[in-house]
């Protein structure tokens, strides 16, 4: 009996997990195909973008601020507090600056996405698109695709010059000058780490995104079931994007 319910729960993550990439492969290829929905990626964009602008901008200034605390701490005895630029900017770009505006986003855009979705799916309005003969993946999830890609990596730049901002606003309480400051960029930053900076949110959207719209889209069970999914998704986007993020980051590494 326990053998079967784990034959069971592995056949239904293998089927889960070929449902996700047979819908994202298909949301890609309607990238490049019409109708191109113009309307409805504005919409999206605005809400899923623009939306996300004051937490994204809250996370980025108050993570630099504590960064830069704590960094100044440990530096102050070596007296090699001028290098505190370069530490937070090479943190935050690397690293903090894509993963915790993509973590947010995903509480916030992927629990949306997921339970507009659902919400279509439980009140059958996905089925009569289906009967007019609509492409669901072109008209719900690929807008919603193209606006991702397109905000996160927006997003995750914001987050990072405003986390530099907050950083500075700690350090100059300590006597390091603008100059002092940003000359250090130089010292830990490479052309590839805002490579890096950039192709991270890049792939943590397009993730978020197809992962809040693939359970979406598999909702059942009414009011309560588009609850479970839109905390379901949430959980396997912020898993997701921070074990992409080790993986991404390795690969980078090898290629340095």
Known sequence: ????????SALQFFADLQ??????WKAVVQ??????????????FDKLGFGSIVICF???????????????????????????????????IKELGPVLSSLMVAGRVGSAITAELGTMIVTEQVDAMRVEGTDIIQRLVTPRL???????????????????????????????????YLS?????????????????????????TMIACHTGLNTGGGAEGVGAAAKR?????????????FFLAKLIVVFR
């Open 58 to 92: 809250l996370t980025g200034l108050f993570t630099g601020m504590v960064m830069a605390l704590q960094f100044l701490i440990q530096l102050k005895p070596f007296a090699a507090t001028s290098y505190i630029g370069g530490m937070v900017a090479v943190t935050m």
């Open 146 to 180: 193209k606006a991702m890609l397109l905000a996160m990596p927006l997003l995750a730049i914001m987050t990072d010059a405003v986390s530099l901002l907050g950083g500075y606003i700690i350090a100059a309480g300590y006597g390091i000058s603008p100059t002092m």
């Open 184 to 208: 250090s960029f130089t010292q830990f930053l490479f052309p590839i780490d805002y490579f890096e900076g950039l192709i991270k949110p890049f792939v943590f959207g397009g993730l978020i």
């Open 31 to 44: 990238i490049f195909r019409r109708p191109w929905y113009y309307r409805d990626f504005a919409i999206q």
């Open 1 to 8: 009996m326990r053998l079967s319910r784990i034959d069971q």
């Open 19 to 24: 449902g996700f990439f047979a819908v994202s």
């Open 233 to 245: 998704a949430v959980v396997l986007s912020s898993v997701t994007v921070l074990m992409v993020d």
